[in-house]
């Protein structure tokens, strides 16, 4: 998998540098590059998981697909394919007070994808197009944060030795129906 992400990498790049004038080309290619890094972070976190000899026998996987209408398909959620999605510091306002903020990001050139008020007594994410507030379900073992709404729980660790110029924290998001991702980014908090 290490050698997916400089592929990844080179998809971004090439996305981000091309000269692009159509607006339905540039959607494309600003999509193929948020999917990109979202997924670099997602192998680093796998890496490292799997690595530490986390290996799972069976993942989330979505019901088969059934005969509907254009309607059903439109209120259709499939959960294997949600993810915590980039979320706006005035979205972020909206769901937190004023004040300093802590924020996780899978990429330093992304928006953050779990806001927190400093101290991590409450927490902000986007969901499928829905912003979630996240109240405190304590602190973890390793000394990270973690948040829980109704149906999701999220926690945050700093990777301390592991920390590096890549990553420095790793995000893991739960549906308590079974869906499990976890990524490796950036943990940081405004002074």
Known sequence: ????????????MTSERAQIRDPRVRKLADEIIGAQRREIAEMRYLIADVSAGNVVERIYE???????TVGDALSNTLISTLDPSPMLR?????????????TFNRSPETDPILWAAQ???AGAMKLNGV??????????????F?????GTSITVNPLNDEADWRSD???????????KVGYRGFWSCET
């Not at 998998?1 to 971004?12: L, T």
């Open 169 to 179: 924290a790793e995000l893991v998001f739960s549906l308590d129906k079974g869906l």
């Open 119 to 121: 101290g991590g007594n």
């Open 146 to 150: 973690a948040f829980k709404a109704r």
């Open 90 to 102: 005035s979205e972020a306002n909206q769901i937190l007070e004023t004040g300093p903020r802590c």
């Open 1 to 12: 998998m290490r050698a997916m992400i400089p592929h990844h990498s080179i998809a971004v």
């Open 62 to 68: 979505d019901p088969p697909a059934k005969v509907g």
């Open 131 to 144: 912003l979630l507030s996240l109240e405190a379900s304590g602190e973890t073992d390793s000394g990270g």
